[in-house]
């Protein structure tokens, strides 16, 4: 998933670009063309990939920071993170602004995208692999996980499909706590899940404000019938 190449800038930006405003009003022009610079080259980035690979990449415009906070917020209570699909960023950026202490496991296949994240963030683990293989190397580790996922269910080649699938159910279903949440650019799950393995979709809501509109959704372990 994309940075954002529009809205605001990040908090650190903002902040540095108020105080400069006031007292040093040529600089703060300054780190404004900073700012759109590295957004325009990470969009363009973006487009050029999704272009190349729409079935891996599932759109072709940049992810909204309001997208990328809802996503992070529907991470809230999670003890540690996956996040799969990072692309560029944008979820990343969320998740760490809201999420500042959790560790997270950030899963990107295309190796150019990986080190991007790894030279942006230095500290972040970041695997380049397939989602399930990572998915399956994490399932013994312990605590309340979220897997906060950007993978576009709807146009992945089935094998690719299938295969990640199965590995997010075996992953939520080691431990009843944890959860997938997931965005969709339609009305309906992500994809399709056996009731036998005990999971169900909840839809969490819907961003109007990305484009196009994003349904944010979970799965995770029916509740009891009461």
């Known amino acids: ?17 108020r105080r400069l405003t006031r007292t040093r009003p040529w600089r703060a022009a300054r780190l404004r063309a900073r700012v759109t610079a590295r957004r325009t080259r990470s969009a363009g980035a973006f487009v050029v990939h999704a272009l190349a690979q729409p079935a891996l990449v599932g759109a072709v415009v940049p992810s909204s920071r309001r997208l990328a906070s809802a996503m992070a917020a529907a991470a809230d209570g999670a003890q540690w993170i996956v996040e799969l699909g990072a692309g560029t960023g944008a979820v ?55 897997i906060v996922s950007s993978l576009p269910f ?3 080649p089935p094998v690719w499909h299938d295969v990640t699938r199965r590995a997010i159910e075996a992953f939520l279903r080691a431990d009843p706590r944890r959860r997938l949440v997931q965005y969709t650019y339609q ?30 959704w979970q799965l995770g372990a029916r509740p009891p019938a009461r």
């Not at 998740?95 to 790894?118: G, K, S």
């Not at 989602?131 to 312990?142: D, F, G, I, Y």
């Open 1 to 17: 998933m994309p940075s954002d190449a529009g809205g605001t800038p990040p908090r650190d930006d903002a902040d540095a670009l």
């Open 92 to 146: 990343t950026d969320a998740l760490r602004r809201r999420h500042p202490t959790l560790p997270l496991v950030a899963v990107e296949i295309d190796p150019q995208w990986a080190q991007r994240l790894r030279q942006r963030y230095p500290r972040l683990d970041v695997r380049c692999a397939p989602a399930h293989e990572v998915l399956a190397s994490l399932q013994s580790r312990p605590g309340d996980a979220v």
């Open 154 to 156: 709807r146009s992945l």
């Open 187 to 216: 009305p309906r799950a992500p994809f399709a899940v056996d009731a036998a393995t005990g999971l169900v979709w909840h839809r969490r809501g819907v961003v109007w404000g990305n484009l196009p509109p994003a349904w944010i």
